[in-house]
């Protein structure tokens, strides 16, 4: 991590050499074009890498490996460029975080039941710790987050800001199996070398221990329809995975009893009008008319493509 680092510009053109595949190591001979560049830096500020932001459909480069269908940046920015960017970024989305804990906490529940023990939890990317929250109300003990954004841990209430290290995640800064569970929720996308994470996760865990990812599937009807108009389409993402692609990196990574499912994502009508691909002013003013009213204080639920992975450390 990139110590205290004020951000007034972020500036993504640096970026670093080629790249293969983070997934499987392929290389460019075996990967096709996927997403043109679309970068403006004039348009890239602290909220350019806030969760849930609203969607700017700014990319880098991407290309699809055609072996195992991951997408991804093949000149990424370095791994201090992307630390200090997430390190610097804004946060607003605590009712979100609030909502999407609640959904991850149920789509888990099918892999807490598999568990061994429910001593610690590891989340990376943890955000204001909404999650964490649900976990302990399910029976853990040991309350981890590893999270980059200073904003989002203020974000948090002081009982669960106990909980958070800030920083990028280090599997150096914990013991060998000493994690039940680890989750890791719309972060692999945003990270150079997602692999290593989930190998870091699978030595981290105990045996009989669980890795559970949330990741886009770019593969889903919507993300398919909407095309660069989808929200999916981001500065922030160094890849993305289709739900094959999102087995296959627990797999490479010598987890067992793989398997993965889509769920349903439950928001405020303001939130889903704040991704939705309509011109800047005429969203912005139908936002600030929703939010207060009664149909703000209702949830809409709706599969929009994001897909839970998970695998188990066997012994």
């Not at 403006?40 to 055609?66: G, N, Q, T, W």
């Not at 200073?150 to 000493?178: D, K, L, Q, T, Y």
């Not at 290593?196 to 981290?204: D, E, G, K, P, Q």
Request: with cysteine; glycine share 6%.
């Amino acid at each position: 991590m990139v110590e205290h680092m004020q951000h007034e510009h972020i500036s993504t053109n640096k970026d670093c050499d080629h790249r293969s595949c983070p997934l499987c190591g392929s290389g460019s001979n075996q990967a096709v074009p996927f997403l043109s560049d679309t970068r403006d830096e004039s348009r890239i500020s602290l909220s350019s890498f806030a969760s849930r932001k609203v969607p700017e459909y700014m990319s880098h480069a991407m290309v699809r490996c055609m072996v195992c269908d991951l997408a991804y940046v093949d000149r990424p920015p370095s791994v201090a460029t992307l630390a200090a960017s997430y390190h610097a970024a804004d946060y607003d989305s605590a009712q979100e975080a609030e909502d999407a804990a609640d959904t991850y906490a149920r789509a888990i529940k099918p892999v807490l039941a598999q568990l061994h023990g429910r001593a610690s939890v590891l989340e990376i990317g943890t955000g204001n710790a909404a999650f964490l929250e649900r976990l302990g109300v399910e029976g853990f003990k040991q309350l981890v987050g590893i999270e980059p954004s200073r904003a989002a841990i203020a974000a948090a209430p002081a009982h669960r800001a106990a909980w958070i290290r800030e920083g990028i995640f280090v599997e150096a800064e914990f013991r060998p199996e000493s994690f039940d569970l680890i989750c890791c929720f719309m972060t692999l996308e945003h990270v150079q070398d997602p692999g290593a994470i989930v190998a870091s996760a699978h030595r981290l865990l105990r045996p009989g221990g669980a890795f559970v990812a949330v990741t886009h599937n770019r593969r889903a009807w919507l993300n398919r329809l909407l095309g660069r108009r989808s929200p999916i389409v981001d500065i922030e993402h160094m890849q993305l995975f289709s739900a094959m692609s999102a087995q296959q990196i627990l797999r490479t990574n010598g987890y067992g009893s793989v398997g993965g499912t889509s769920f349903s994502n439950s928001y405020r009508p303001s939130y889903w009008l704040r991704l939705m691909p309509i011109p800047g002013r005429q969203k912005q003013t139908l936002i600030n008319r929703l939010k207060g009213s009664w149909l703000d204080r209702r949830h809409i639920t709706a599969n929009v493509g994001n897909y839970m992975s998970w695998g188990f450390k066997h012994t």
